[in-house]
């Protein structure tokens, strides 16, 4: 990861909120097939009281990549996205965002993260395992007919 590079949580009051959020739904629609996005929700989805998001900016002010997680109940998360642009892939920002998240949660004393990730994202998948996470299940048709889900989780308790 570039030296410089910084996580930053999204704020709502912060002044620049409106160009972050553009940058990021940009990310989601350019990443995520339209059925996966994100796009049309975002707004709704970031005014929910539980759900927090934190992006990476490079040195020049560029949106790298994401995190969008949620907290349903008190003792449990879900990671519901992590994007990192197709050109900065493979350079720690992914694994910096979802650290980032991690810490957020444990930080709230949440017991379980879990995530949902397509088995054939091998690399998504070789972050998480590194991380901790661990396959629960496998669901059939998850994000279309031809498409399933590793079902993932972290317990903090057994870490």
């Known amino acids: 990861m570039e030296t410089g590079a910084a996580v930053v949580e999204l704020q709502r009051n912060?002044?620049?909120?409106?160009?972050?959020?553009?940058?990021i739904l940009k990310l989601?629609?350019?990443i995520f097939p339209k059925?996966?996005?994100?796009?049309?929700?975002f707004d709704q989805e970031l005014?929910?009281?539980n759900t927090g998001l934190l992006y990476m900016m490079d040195l020049h002010g560029e949106v790298v990549g994401y995190v969008m997680y949620s907290w349903p109940?008190?003792?449990?998360a879900c990671i519901t996205k992590l994007a990192v642009k197709e050109s900065r892939r493979r350079q720690g920002h992914g694994e910096a965002l979802l650290k980032a998240a991690i810490q957020k949660c444990r930080t709230r004393n949440i017991h379980r993260i879990s995530l949902h990730?397509?088995?054939?994202?091998?690399p998504a998948m070789g972050l998480y395992k590194k991380l901790g996470f661990q396959v629960d299940s496998l669901i059939k048709c998850y994000y279309s007919a031809d498409r399933?889900?590793?079902?993932?989780?972290?317990?903090?308790?057994?870490?």
């Not at 990730?117 to 091998?122: E, K």
């Open 14 to 23: 912060s002044t620049n909120f409106a160009n972050i959020v553009e940058e």
């Open 28 to 30: 989601e629609k350019k």
């Open 35 to 41: 059925h996966e996005s994100l796009a049309r929700s």
């Open 47 to 49: 005014r929910k009281n």
């Open 73 to 76: 109940s008190s003792l449990s």
């Open 117 to 122: 990730v397509d088995p054939l994202r091998i």
């Open 148 to 159: 399933d889900a590793n079902r993932m989780y972290l317990d903090f308790d057994s870490n």
